[in-house]
């Protein structure tokens, strides 16, 4: 069984995932550490992502995918 799991800073979004059927969505605020344990995931995929991220704050976001990755993951 797979699973997919995303975090959004828009309350709308996460509502419309949920609607068609995202269960694992979840609403974070800006600027705040994903809500994951450490290596929790095989595959990390941002779509239309980064280049929305405020270059200050860039370092954070990466290093935050790094922290949830399992090691060896993509």
Same mark, same amino acid.
């Given at each position: 069984?797979?699973?997919?799991?995303?975090?959004?800073?828009?309350?709308?979004?996460?509502?419309?995932?949920?609607?068609?059927?995202?269960?694992?969505?979840?609403?974070? /605020?800006?600027?705040?550490?994903? $809500?994951? %344990?450490?290596? &929790? *995931?095989?595959?990390?995929?941002? !779509? /239309?992502?980064?280049?929305?991220? $405020?270059? %200050?704050?860039? &370092? *954070?976001?990466?290093?935050?995918? !790094?922290?949830?990755?399992?090691?060896?993951?993509?």
């Amino acid at each position: 069984e797979k699973n997919i799991f995303g975090v959004e800073v828009s309350k709308i979004r996460i509502e419309k995932c949920q609607l068609i059927g995202f269960k694992n969505a979840t609403y974070i /605020e800006l600027n705040s550490k994903l $809500p994951y %344990e450490n290596d &929790s *995931f095989d595959i990390v995929n941002l !779509v /239309e992502v980064i280049e929305h991220i $405020p270059k %200050e704050r860039i &370092s *954070f976001y990466l290093n935050e995918i !790094v922290r949830v990755l399992n090691p060896g993951g993509y």
